[in-house]
């Protein structure tokens, strides 16, 4: 799909521009190295047949296991939040790998298992009981990061037709619980015990819904500062590398590189980047339509869903509809492993693609 390709290209070489803006000449070497590996990588996997992640989707389950629980156990610390391996002195996210891993793996398991999707057990044990594993291995550290890869899940679950009261059931006990977890954080201190980063998501959920009497204390500062470089911006921006919030917003160049967008790009700059991920949707849904594979269907809209819906996340995030998250903009935000591993989620979407226009082909 050469629309997808030209969209990537083209978010690839905005990013350059934006990191350039937002972390200068050091970060933006690193930033364009990860970039072209990415790239890289996207060309290679979309040469694979698809067919071939159904096997490597198992692999992958197991192995981003392995690595969840590595890191609860060995994981490099920052922030107050143990995210990370190091390897060969070098860092990335294993939820990176599982959030892909886990999708790729319902594909498989929804495909293949459908008939038998029908009895909630059997959902349980082929679909939904791996999809809760890893989302609980990935909570204790990442809250923003678990809730996503349970939506995603749920959303690929609704696509391969699973019965719609299952699903309100699962959303249902899953509320619930988000509930006591955030009871338990701010009532007692059993909750912050086993969760240290659950006083965390309290505080960024207090300070979104509580405004005691207008008080701005209680607001988060990352998303005052954001509002305020979205408010310099306005229509047309103050231009390229003429950002004055950079400097004093935190994480300019990775959760809020959307606010960064606005101020130099304007309204039509943020309009123009919210488009673009529309148009990855778009040509995934009729990827789907075309293929004649249910696993193929599944993997393409699952994929492209879940980079579509963080990018949504971070933007409203920046524009204070949604509490702080710590979701970066994929393909835009600096980063490391999430950068490649978007790249590798587009590129298995254009390896069903590929697949589907070649069938086309041999059909004329």
Request: aromatic share 12%; net charge positive.
């Amino acid at each position: 799909d050469r629309t997808i390709w030209g969209v990537v290209l083209a978010l690839s070489l905005f990013s350059v521009l934006v990191v350039y803006s937002t972390a200068g000449w050091h970060f933006l070497f690193n930033h364009i190295i990860k970039l072209l590996l990415g790239l890289f990588a996207m060309y290679v996997v979309h040469k694979i047949k698809f067919q071939y992640f159904s096997k490597l989707g198992q692999i992958g389950f197991l192995f981003s296991l392995v690595l969840l629980v590595l890191v609860l156990l060995i994981g490099v610390s920052i922030n107050g939040a143990s995210r990370w391996l190091q390897i060969a002195g070098q860092q990335f996210q294993p939820s990176d790998v599982a959030k892909l891993a886990i999708l790729i793996y319902m594909a498989r398991q929804i495909s293949k298992q459908r008939e038998y999707l029908h009895n909630f057990k059997d959902l349980m044990w082929y679909v939904l009981g791996p999809l809760v594993l890893v989302c609980a291995l990935i909570l204790p550290n990442n809250f923003s990061t678990a809730a996503l890869v349970f939506i995603n899940g749920l959303v690929l679950m609704f696509v391969g037709k699973i019965r719609l009261k299952f699903i309100f059931g699962i959303v249902g006990v899953a509320f619930v619980g988000a509930l006591i977890i955030y009871g338990a954080a701010k009532f007692t201190p059993l909750g912050t015990k086993i969760m240290p980063r659950s006083a965390t998501w309290v505080s960024r959920i207090d300070s979104f819904f509580i405004d005691v009497e207008g008080d701005e204390q209680t607001k988060d500062f990352q998303q005052t500062q954001a509002l305020v470089a979205i408010q310099n911006g306005g229509v047309m921006g103050v231009g390229p590398g003429k950002s004055t919030q950079r400097s004093i917003l935190p994480y300019s160049s990775s959760d809020f590189i959307y606010a960064i967008i606005i101020e130099e790009y304007g309204l039509f700059g943020g309009v123009m980047a919210l488009l673009f991920y529309l148009i990855l949707m778009f040509r995934a849904i009729r990827i789907a339509l075309r293929v004649e594979s249910v696993f193929g269907s599944l993997l393409t809209i699952g994929l492209m869903f879940s980079l579509v819906f963080q990018a949504l996340i971070n933007m409203l995030v920046s524009v204070e509809v949604l509490p702080v998250t710590g979701q970066t903009l994929p393909l835009i935000s600096m980063g490391g492993t999430s950068i490649v591993f978007s790249c590798i989620a587009i590129g298995i979407v254009l390896s069903v693609s590929r697949d589907s226009t070649d069938r086309t082909y041999e059909k004329a």
